[in-house]
Every structure is written in structure tokens, then in C-alpha cells.
């Protein structure tokens, strides 16, 4: 029997392989949210996404402010996000193609996402100058941390408090299925 820490890394290394070789050897940056950051550092150590896809050069977060992390030299790498479906995490993803402004990164965009993405959320990205450019759009339905072998977490402090505190009826509702998802 497969482990869960082992079953998400496999996930993960084996996504972030294949998609990092759709850009034919390019170079990449890949772009986490806090959310998938976890969810990553769980199970996979950096010298394992090295090893299975040599062609990430970087890693970052899409919320650190654009100037910081896309210097020059990088502007010419592909860029793969791997965010929770969350319009933060999107719109931040989306600004670094922001009209008006030159795009962060010139190559290939790859979008993996930890679950599904709402329709509202891919018509942003339906309509953002990116679009011409995305050659991946991916659910892994992978939106846990893997603490241990079989231990996971759903990342959610609030879900006590949401589920058993003082609230209307219709907000337990939504958490409970915003859990479920």
C-alpha cells in the first residue's frame, strides 16, 4: 500500500515533470501560492523537483511583488503556476500579464491548479492577454497537505469556528462544502 505523503509527491513530481517538458528544454520559473507552497514542502524536497525537472530554474511565490522576482534575465523563462483556485492567487497570477505593462515572463504559461476552477475564475483567465500564450491548464485535485504517511491536513485553522460557532445556517452550509470539495 502506498503511502499518502508518497502518493502526493508522485502526483506532484510527475505533473510538475511532464509540464515543465511541454516547453522544449525553455527554462522555467514556477509560482506557488501560500497554499500550494504547503502543500508542496510537504512531500516534495527541492533537490526532487530539481532532479525530475531540471528545466524549473526558480521557485516563488506569485504573491511577491513583481519587481522583486522578475528580474531581467528571467523575463525569456516559461512560467508554471501551481495555485489553489482561489481569485487572489488567479489575479495574482494574471497581473504579471497585466495590460498596459510588459509581460513578467515571454514563454509559455502553465497553470496547475490544487482542484477545480470555478468558471468565474477561468473566464479571468479566458480574458487576460495571457491566454494566447497558456499551453497548460490542469487540475490535480490535490488540495491537502500530506504530513505523514497517513496523516493529511486541509489547510482550513477557521473550520472549527465556521462549523460548530454562532453563525447562520447558510454560512455552516457553504463550509461544510467548501470542505467536501
Known amino acids: 500500500?502506498?503511502?499518502l505523503q508518497k502518493s502526493?509527491?508522485?502526483t506532484l513530481l510527475d505533473t510538475l515533470a511532464s509540464v515543465s517538458k511541454t516547453s522544449g528544454g525553455a527554462r522555467a520559473v514556477l509560482l506557488l501560492d501560500q497554499h500550494t507552497t504547503r502543500v508542496l514542502s510537504a512531500c516534495v524536497k527541492v533537490s526532487q523537483l530539481y532532479d525530475v525537472a531540471p528545466e524549473i530554474a526558480l521557485v516563488d511565490s506569485v504573491q511577491?511583488?513583481?519587481?522583486?522576482?522578475?528580474?531581467?534575465?528571467?523575463?525569456?523563462m516559461d512560467a508554471i503556476y501551481?495555485?489553489?483556485?482561489?481569485?487572489?492567487?488567479?489575479?495574482?497570477?494574471l497581473a504579471d500579464f497585466a495590460p498596459g505593462t510588459e509581460a513578467a515572463y515571454s514563454g509559455s504559461v502553465h497553470?496547475?491548479?490544487?482542484?477545480?476552477?470555478?468558471?468565474?475564475?477561468?473566464?479571468?483567465?479566458?480574458?487576460?492577454?495571457?491566454?494566447?500564450?497558456?499551453?497548460?491548464?490542469?487540475?490535480l485535485h490535490l488540495d491537502f497537505v500530506a504530513l505523514r504517511a497517513n496523516a493529511f491536513s486541509l489547510d482550513a485553522p477557521?473550520?472549527?469556528r465556521d462549523l460548530f460557532g454562532p453563525r447562520d445556517p447558510g454560512a455552516r452550509a457553504a463550509e461544510l462544502q467548501r470542505l467536501a470539495e
Not at 112 to 136: E, I
Open 1 to 3: 500500500m502506498q503511502c
Open 8 to 10: 502526493s509527491r508522485k
Open 64 to 76: 511577491t511583488a513583481r519587481a522583486k522576482r522578475a528580474p531581467a534575465a528571467l523575463a525569456s
Open 82 to 93: 501551481l495555485l489553489t483556485p482561489t481569485e487572489h492567487s488567479v489575479r495574482s497570477a
Open 111 to 139: 497553470f496547475v491548479f490544487t482542484r477545480r476552477l470555478p468558471d468565474a475564475l477561468l473566464d479571468l483567465v479566458r480574458a487576460s492577454p495571457a491566454v494566447g500564450r497558456v499551453r497548460t491548464l490542469r487540475e
Open 158 to 160: 477557521s473550520a472549527l
